[in-house]
């Protein structure tokens, strides 16, 4: 089988990228020829993948998006593959991963946020109009099945696109229970040490781009209360608000407890630091790193609007709260006082997500095409 994966801007450390590497190096593994479609490509491989780089073009945000859109279309149209998933939204996919969830909840989200003029300019913004616009298509037009990575997703793709269940998947994401577990003691010594954290101080973990939306900035306000007033904070991530992230931080006088470490290529030695993982976010159909904390041993504590929510919120595994500050410091201190309990739940929940019974559930839906 000839499987072309398209995917707009690869970056390695973002999370659907770390699923497409390591899918495709498993589907590689087992003989299957894998190509991915990108316009921009910023690092990243798995033995024996093919790329396929489409021409930029188009002069504003959406302008560039249809560009895409055609490029990509042209390239299926002219054949070779047996299969094609897409990471983006367009029409045409044989498969479409919605793992970045569904936009118009998204553009509902952050209006609800910005208030009401920020709302009516998300309603009206090109970018958004034409992305929502390409969701209606993608199911008029009929050939696409959509794979939902959480029961979040898959919910929303019902109410808001009226996706019928026949045309409708969840597989949710993986984690390779390897790679990812619980650090030794050893282990935990040597990263604190690394990082210059104290030995004896609660130590909560961020790790993921997109400062606003996964709530780096609810985080660090959070860290004020009197409740945290020992605890230190990591935070792992590549992103355009870093150095506003960071004079937030100054201001609020607490860069002696919280960490800035930009993009990592290897962020196991921030899980093996850190006692907790903390990731507000706005909207998280399914967070690779969430899935990487609790594998680590790490509770986790993440909003309603997160795919892994239900599954914390059931089995203990950390806890949910809103994105507000005062509600968001009482969950991680709530967590870090339920520290040895809540970890034991955390690695035992992330066995939901063993990375190699995901992938045999892709494989099984890939034969279903054949």
């Not at 919280?258 to 962020?267: N, Q, S, T």
């Not at 892994?308 to 969950?331: K, N």
Request: aromatic fraction near 6%.
């Amino acid at each position: 089988m000839r499987l072309a994966i398209i995917r707009k801007r690869f970056d390695p450390h973002g999370g659907a990228e770390r699923f497409i590497l390591t899918a495709a190096g498993a589907l590689i593994s087992a003989g299957e020829s894998v190509t991915v479609i990108a316009e921009d490509w910023a690092g990243g491989d798995a033995s024996g993948l093919e790329r396929r780089q489409v021409a930029r073009g188009g002069f504003t945000r959406a302008g560039r998006n249809r560009h895409f859109q055609r490029a990509v279309g042209d390239l299926i149209a002219e054949g070779g593959f047996d299969l094609v998933q897409s990471h983006e939204r367009l029409v045409g996919a044989d498969i479409f991963r919605a793992g970045d969830g569904v936009h118009a909840a998204w553009v509902d989200r952050l209006g609800r946020e910005r208030g009401p003029l920020g709302a009516l300019a998300l309603k009206f913004d090109p970018m958004h109009r034409l992305v929502m616009d390409t969701e209606r298509r993608m199911v008029a037009d009929g050939r696409t099945l959509f794979v939902a990575n959480s029961e979040l997703v898959a919910d929303e793709l019902r109410t808001w696109l009226q996706v019928p269940e026949q045309r409708l998947r969840v597989i949710e994401n993986g984690v390779d229970l390897d790679r990812f577990r619980p650090a030794s003691a050893e282990e935990k010594a040597a990263a604190r040490q690394s990082f210059g954290l104290p030995n004896d101080a609660p130590v909560i973990a961020f790790v993921g781009s997109g400062f606003e939306r996964k709530g780096a900035f609810k985080l660090v306000e959070a860290l004020r209360a009197p409740s945290l007033a020992g605890a230190h904070l990591l935070i792992a991530g590549r992103d355009r608000r870093a150095k506003a992230l960071a004079e937030r931080i100054d201001r609020l006088a607490l860069a002696k407890r919280v960490r800035l470490l930009g993009g990592l290529d290897d962020v196991r030695p921030v899980y093996a630091a850190a006692d907790l993982f903390a990731l507000p976010s706005l909207y998280d159909p399914m967070p690779n790193a969430a899935l990487e904390a609790i594998a680590s041993g790490l509770p986790a504590v993440v909003t309603p609007d997160t795919g892994i929510a239900s599954h914390i919120a059931a089995t203990g595994a950390g806890a949910v709260a809103s994105r507000d500050a005062d509600d968001l410091s009482a969950a991680l201190a709530t967590v870090i006082a339920d520290l040895p309990a809540r970890a034991n739940k955390a690695r035992t929940l992330a066995t939901r997500f063993d990375l190699t019974a995901a992938t045999n559930r892709w494989r099984d839906l890939y034969r279903d095409f054949q």
